[in-house]
Each structure stands twice: as C-alpha cells, then as structure tokens.
C-alpha cells in the first residue's frame, strides 16, 4: 500500500483548483477537504459571512482532512491557502502525522481569472465570488516562494503528462 500523501492547493480564485482537485479524485481516487464544500452544505456566502463563521468552516475543513490523512487516505485539500501561514498549518498538520505533501500552485493568469469569474456570472457553475471579495483575495495571495518547492499546474499543460510526474499513488 502506497503512503499517503497531502496535495496541498493554492491559487487564486476562478483559478482551477476545484477542477484540478475532481481531476485528481476521478483518476485515483483521492479523498479532499474543501472550504467551499463546508461553506455550501452550511448554506454560507463568502460574502455575509462573519469572522465565526469563518473560523467555523476552517475548523470543520481541517477536522476533515485530519480524519481522512489518520485513515491513510492521500487527499487533496482545496481552501485556497492565499496566505503562506494558511499553506503553513496544512504541512505542519501533515508533518505531525508522519505524512508527505506537496504544494501545488495553480498558475492561471490573472485576466483568464477574470473572464472565469465575468463567465461564471452568466454560468453559475460555482459560487460567485463578489467584486470585493476577489479584491480581498487579490490584496491577500501571497505568491508561494522557492522555498515552499510548489509544483506549478496550469490547465494548458497535459494533465497525463503532468500527473505521471507530480502525482504518487
């Protein structure tokens, strides 16, 4: 039996890491932990929501990847980790369990997030994100450094290729 492994994600919204995060669970049957997938079973909008509320969506996402990683389950964990500190925890909680990660970055340019988000208006495939709350996510991602050995993803290269290198199963 392979070990385990935290794929960590980050990037900015519209930016693919819930498309990245299906992709992965389909081919090998990955478990994940979401803040959008609590968010959405809790019936909140990133836009009204208050600091508790936060904090009680982080807590419950973080509950379910420490639940799935104590079961040996590799998973991919999709809350944007804007924030090095964010990124920080998710491979502290992995390092304290004995557990392997990696660091993705989904690289998507920032007007081809912008026509995501202007198309997701008219689409409705994912929660909207209000203009202000890109402007906060813009103001709070923080580029991950050389230090942090990202992976880089974007959706222009080939996924099998990509996969074959950057993914253990």
Known sequence: MTKPTLY??????????????????????????SVDDVMDERKLDSDTMIQEDWNVVY???YERLKANLTKGNSVVFDMGHLKFSERKSSRQMAESL???YKLIYINTPLDEIQKRKIQNETTKERGQLS???MEVALSQFQEPTADENPIIYNQQMDLDVWTEKNVST
């Open 8 to 33: 960590i994600l980050t990037g900015l919204p519209y930016s693919g890491k819930t498309t990245l995060t299906n992709e992965l669970v389909k081919r090998f049957g990955f478990k994940t932990a």
């Open 59 to 61: 807590i419950e996402a």
């Open 98 to 100: 004995g557990i392997k």
């Open 131 to 133: 203009d202000r709350g």
